[in-house]
């Protein structure tokens, strides 16, 4: 028995120095201490000793048990320990790692050629003006001198919400003149850009719905000295010093007279290319002195005050600023051409 208890122990102990998991430690605790364990085996034998022998061996056995019941604490603290060091360095947090860059947003290049415009305009004393894209056709139409019968004011070209064709998405931003001089003291120097909508189909150059800004300025003794000074001013900043410009008789309904200015092909230099289509010049807006009825409509004395008004496509400022040959990369918003600039 004294020997079985010696093996016992020795087995034990080598064998609880080798645990490698929680499952295998309780098999072997089982397997010693447990009911049917070894030192219980030996336990229940010690009634077969003679008396003598008994307290001896039940102290050993005690003490065999109490090595194993020792080592099996250690062995699985060792565990516990390493169980926890495993977490932790699974858990651990590198805050050393750089962090994912967030994906920033672009500004759209018709935007950036807006804000370079806007800048020109502010430096020159103007305000800029916001106004609503839902719009009456008195404004877009009536007060800006196209009376019924007009041909812009066809249902084949507008957008109307009712049968009376008195509610119209606008056509154009030039009913914000007849909005800047009903709400605002003379003298009057705006810009007012924003969204304008037609029937168009579209194609590389035409878009059923498109931007404008549109120009006014309003007061004593203007002239289209000064409406030709501010327009070259403000080309010349735009594409760069010596840049050409050439005013061309219009018609336009508000404004008396009327002309279209057009800059000097950027590609050819004039020569006539396919970008300006052979012609040297590009079309570039619309302008004119306002017309004396459309300041009497507003309640302006034409006698007193005059003005001048411009409007431009600002899809096509922003097509000749970035060399973008086709109108519908504009409204795509394809990252991939966004990012180019
Ligand atoms: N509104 C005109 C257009 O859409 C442009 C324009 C604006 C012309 C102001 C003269 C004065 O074509």
């Known amino acids: ?33 447990g009911k049917k364990g070894e030192i219980t085996a030996i336990l229940k ?12 061996m039940g102290q050993l056995a005690n003490e065999v048990r109490a090595v194993i019941e020792d080592k099996l604490t250690s062995a699985r603290r060792e565990l516990d320990e390493k169980a926890l060091e495993l977490r932790l360095r699974a858990e651990a947090l590198d805050v050393t790692v750089p962090g994912k860059a967030p994906k920033m947003g672009h500004r759209h290049p018709m935007y950036i050629a807006l804000d370079e415009m806007k800048e020109i305009f502010i430096g020159m004393g103007f305000t800029v003006l916001d106004g609503p894209e839902v719009e009456l056709a008195e404004l877009n139409f009536d007060r800006l001198n196209a009376d019924e019968g007009h041909p812009s004011r066809d249902w084949s070209d507008t957008f109307y919400f009712d049968e009376q064709s008195r509610v119209m998405l606008r056509s154009q931003t030039s009913p914000m003149q007849v909005r800047a001089m009903d709400s605002m003291e003379l003298p009057i120097r705006i810009i007012a850009p924003g969204r304008v909508y037609r029937k168009d189909e579209v ?14 300025v309003i007061d004593k003794g203007v002239t289209m ?11 010349q900043q735009l594409y760069g010093e010596g840049t050409k410009t050439r005013f061309r008789p219009h018609h336009f309904p508000f404004t008396e007279p009327s002309c279209e200015m057009d800059v000097q092909c950027h590609k050819c230099g004039g020569v006539g290319c396919p970008t300006c289509k052979g012609e040297g010049w590009i079309e570039l807006l619309g302008a004119g002195m306002i017309h004396p009825h459309v300041l009497e409509m507003a309640g302006i004395d034409p006698n007193v005050w005059s003005g ?15 060399r973008i040959d086709d109108l519908r990369l504009i409204f795509e918003n394809d990252v991939r051409f966004l990012e180019q600039f």
Request: glycine share 8%; charged share 30%.
């Open 1 to 33: 028995m004294r020997e079985q208890l010696a093996k016992i122990r020795e087995e034990a102990i080598a064998k609880l120095s080798q645990v490698s998991s929680s499952a295998e430690l309780e098999e072997l605790r089982v397997k010693y201490l």
């Open 45 to 56: 034998q010690m009634g077969g000793l003679p008396a003598e022998e008994r307290p001896k």
């Open 203 to 216: 194609d590389a150059t035409h878009s059923p719905m498109f931007h404008q800004v549109e120009g006014m």
């Open 225 to 235: 000295a000064d409406l030709k000074g501010t327009l070259n001013t403000a080309v």
């Open 308 to 322: 001048w008004a411009f409007g431009f496509g600002l899809e096509r400022l922003a097509m000749r600023r970035f």
